[in-house]
């Protein structure tokens, strides 16, 4: 599973969109509302949501993102894309939301999720009761700014 071979570093350094593919049998707007339950006090509003500077987009999946060696394939009807952005104080949180996102996803319902870049990088793969799987060659890991993410749970290092 793991391909310790690959050492390529996901370049981190510009703006870029973090896309969270989510598996679900709820309909779009049964996902909303979840998400909403989410959010709250933030709305969602014409299928998007901001927090400060980080504009947020609520999308069907009409595409499927590629398979990645190792990661379970899911069938995924939603997109969340949540922008890395580089205005000081929302470049600081902006890809804690997104994993926080995560977080609040597999635990509010029954989900499976895959979080790309929109260069179609891995950064992970998770749901409800299942482990972690994430890149090690995303800067974010490495760098341990994610970590709080992967601590106490199951996590699998993948290097793809």
């Not at 350094?13 to 006090?41: G, M, R, T």
């Not at 995924?76 to 995560?102: C, E, H, N």
Request: charged share 20%; glycine share 4%; net charge negative.
């Amino acid at each position: 599973m793991n391909n310790p071979t690959n050492t390529e570093i996901i370049d981190d350094d510009w703006d870029y969109d973090l896309i969270l593919w989510v598996s679900s049998n709820k309909s779009l707007e049964q996902f909303e509302e979840s998400l909403s339950d989410i959010l709250e006090p933030i709305p969602i509003v014409n299928h998007s949501f901001d927090l400060g500077k980080i504009h947020c987009v609520i999308e069907e999946a009409d595409i499927a993102p590629k398979n990645y060696a190792g990661v379970p394939i899911e069938k995924y009807q939603f997109k969340v894309i949540v922008p890395v952005v580089t205005y000081l104080i929302w470049g600081l949180i902006d890809r804690r939301f997104a994993m926080s996102l995560t977080l609040g996803l597999r635990t509010k319902f029954t989900c499976k999720y895959l979080v790309t870049d929109d260069s179609e990088n891995f950064i992970m793969y998770s749901g409800t009761n299942l482990p972690v799987y994430y890149n090690a060659n995303y800067p974010p890991w490495m760098s341990g700014e994610l970590g709080s993410f992967i601590e106490g749970v199951e996590a699998l290092e993948l290097r793809i």
